[in-house]
């Protein structure tokens, strides 16, 4: 029996909390090994365990994973959570592309100038609400199913969640112009697997804090 993945990554969300979130999701327990300081991931790059020098880095079934996309890829294909078919895959691909981008916009909020946060913020509630949002309500709608691709649990519908918990950390009322999106937050966040990993003391981290973009920031001089 192959022993459980294991996670190789700041302790923050930063892009390896998708990664939590889909392994989750799947019922799948792992490890995390936390980069606390610059030697660490200096001695992951010696050790030739990262194949671009970069994290996050995932062991799972004896590979060493990089590249978000990549290893988000694989494990929802391997836990069925990829669609039926290559049409339905195109769909999943392109719904989690969208929320991929409204949550990069959010991750990087923190890092940025004091002075620019109030403007980047307004910036990301807009987008969320008349760029994204919008076509997520809209699949709903158009095809009256639970969920976004095939009505079944995918990739697709667990990215959307994870982005709309983070938008609404941004702006609690945020769902506000969008009933089929509150029903689906409702929905999804009670599915078992979910709902544990929404629980306190589970392996989600919190919002990204002064604190987390410290160490970040000392790690890679910047």
């Known amino acids: 029996m192959a022993g459980k993945p294991k996670l190789y990554y700041f302790d923050g969300r930063g892009k390896m ?45 004896g590979m060493k994973m990089v590249q978000t996309r990549a290893i988000l890829s694989y494990i929802a294909a391997k836990y069925n959570l990829y669609g039926k078919d290559l049409k339905e895959r195109a769909w999943i691909d392109m719904y989690v592309e969208g929320t991929t981008d409204l949550m990069g916009m959010i991750m990087y909020l923190p890092f940025q100038p004091a002075d620019t946060k109030e403007k980047n913020l307004a ?9 994204y949002f919008p076509v997520y309500e809209k699949a709903l709608k158009d095809h009256g199913h639970d969920y976004l691709v095939g009505n079944k649990l995918s990739w697709a519908d667990i990215h959307l969640l994870e982005a709309i918990l983070m938008a609404e950390e941004c702006k609690p009322d945020i769902l506000s112009a969008f009933p ?33 973009v410290a160490i970040v920031r000392k790690i890679f001089n910047i």
Do not use: C, H, Y
């Open 17 to 61: 909390e998708s990664i939590r979130w889909l392994l989750a999701a799947a019922g799948v327990e792992f490890e995390e090994e936390f980069i606390e300081t610059k030697e660490d991931l200096e001695k992951l790059r010696n050790d030739g365990v990262l194949m671009f020098q970069q994290v996050p880095m995932v062991e799972i079934d």
């Open 180 to 212: 089929l999106l509150q029903a689906f937050k409702g929905r999804t966040s009670n599915i078992p697997t979910i709902k544990k990993f929404l629980q306190p003391g589970s392996q989600r981290k919190p919002p990204t804090d002064e604190k987390f």
């Open 123 to 131: 910036l990301i509630i807009e987008r969320a609400t008349t760029r």
